[in-house]
């Protein structure tokens, strides 16, 4: 039964969120075959495929990875995008401000203010739904917008090149480039984007893993979130952990900043996140909230984005969008309670068939 | 200031603030009734798509309008479904939603009209009216007035009847019962689920509304993405109202004139020192007003006590 919940549950969701996108690529006149053929299997070609869907995945490992911290302390993280361009910009700054330093300093530099920035802005929430009992949910979109407003403020007004059309930073010193990991594979080309942030994330990881079932500090986080007045009772700072669980939560999410910027760009562009932060909140829920689950459906997502670019350009009627709606049907199948489903079904009427037969 | 100060400001506040009333109010029978809608934008979205596409091939604006609260019902029954048959968690379901409303309307725009994400344009004769263009000749020596769009007019009307609905009714005393102790409500007799599936249809048929003059009101088409957050600015007014219609009215009127102050002030306004005010502060008012005024330092904002929750009858 666990075995069912925790694998074959999220395997059925994204089979059923598949058959409904299937039915309306059919509706709207194209082969559904042949949409998911390109939308899968664009993927897995070398090194192009591979290349780029792990580097679309990156991103959303350390987002899913920010959500499932949060969950496990039963906290809603919804501003995984908003930390993640506070990190981003962080990252981009320290890159600027100090861009003549060694790379040995300024490197670790950029990425710990990364870290820091997504830690401080997921934090808040923390702080707020702690000592006030404000509502991480508002709080966490509310300062979403916050922070997509402040980071486009600093890049127009302060570290814009003087003249450029595009609203981005001027670029960060060489000493802060992450390599590229076509720099140590030889059959993967440099110019495919794909760099040392990857391994970050798999590092990520088993860090989280490690921190949540091998700690103490993980062990009070999900004390917390399995129930918090057994938690308190036990003598857990239920406070403590919410605060420390929404930075850790908001550090992971910041981390996107190392991939983006320091790995990427080489500067901070704005409104650089293709919703990284929300699919995050789907990779951690398909995931089922476990660092292992995070990154095998941070790669599944991943696939669909890599995919989403063919679709657009070889079928006539089907457009990258139907990613987006592929992700939302998924959110909202995973979020379903197993259990309800069957009992449900049963109401409705389409389980009573089956039952009685 | 003068220039910013006008009467323009404040039709461009009503204007502006029009989708985020009809949202908010539905999303405060939803709330009231306590379900959470983070759906807001998903379903402002929806219904501004359906009444864009409806209205360019019916050629009729209240044809459009109309399916607009279809569809904004057909989406919440989803969400009811989910959140309340199957039990599945309010915020998480509320967020597929979004998520899905920003890539559905551009994949069926796509096959529709064959375009990336937006509807074609809609001739002005068939666009939403505003008040003089109901009734010509009605109102001529109230010119201020006339441009008003009707959807404008039909929201305060909304949150009148809501008001009234809310503390003057059966069903309003059994929507708030049912959001603050649905276990004393059942107790009573009150179909706690029933109340809730009508509460968050209702806030689909509403937020359908804004959806559509968002499209077909306020502008001439459907664009991606056209909601533009104004589904999350609607849920802070709804707190920042207290989950009360009149000042939830008044909050979005806040939100609105925040926006149209943006909007005004570009290249307008300047600090002492001579530089422009960035708009990024300006659009931050609002979110930060809704942080700080959760956080209970401009008075205590209470959610209905079963916000959130679903109901299980005990067996």
Redesign the interface.
Known sequence: MKLLREILFPLLAVLAAFVIGGV?VLL??DSPFQTYLLLIGSAFSWPDGIGYTLFYATPLIFTGLAVAVAFRCGL?N?GAEGQLYMGAFAAAWIGIKFAGLSGWILLPACCLAAIAAGAIWGGIPGL?KA??G??E???T???N??AV??V??FT??HYKTPGDPILQTTPIGPGAHIARLGKFIPALPERIPLNVAFILAIIACVLVYVLLWKTKWGYEIRATGANPTAAEYGGISIRKQIILAMAISGGLAGMVGINEVLGYRYRYYDGFSA?YG??G??VA?LGRNHPFGVFLSAILFAILLRGGIFVDAYTV???K????????????L????PD??FS?LK??GVMKKAVSS | MRQILTLSLLFSTIRLATPLVLAALGGLYSERSGV?N?ALEGLLLAGAFTAASVTYYAESPWVGLGAAMVAGALVAY?IAL?CI?????Q???G??????????P???S???F?S??STPQIPKENLLPTLSGLLPGFIPQWRILSEVSVISLLALVIVLVTRYVLYRTPFGLRLRAVGENPEAADAAGVGVNRIRYAAVIMSGVLAGIGGAYLSIGQSSLFT?NMAA?RG?IA??AL?FGKWRPVQTMLACLLFGLADALTIQMQGVAKLPSGEDI?V??I??IP??V??IV???FIGQSR?PRALGTPYEKER
């Not at chain 1, 969008?321 to 909202?332: A, E, F, K, R």
Request: glycine share 8%; charged share 10%; aromatic share 10%.
């Open positions: 309306v709207i006149g809603l919804i707020l000592r006030f404000s509502h949910v508002i709080n979109i509310m300062l917008f916050v407003a402040l486009s403020y127009q007004y919703n929300f699919v909140i789907a829920l009627h089907v457009s969008d139907i990613v987006d709606m592929l992700q939302g049907i998924v959110i909202i995973v979020a379903l309670r309800a489903i449900g109401k409705v | 959470i983070i989803i989910a048959r199957f039990r599945a968690d915020v998480v379901t967020t597929g939603i979004n998520i899905l409303f920003i890539g559905l551009a994949v069926l796509g096959a529709l064959l990336s994400g991606r957050g999350f849920l802070a707190i960035p990024q502060f659009q931050m979110y930060v809704t942080i959760l956080a209970g959610s």
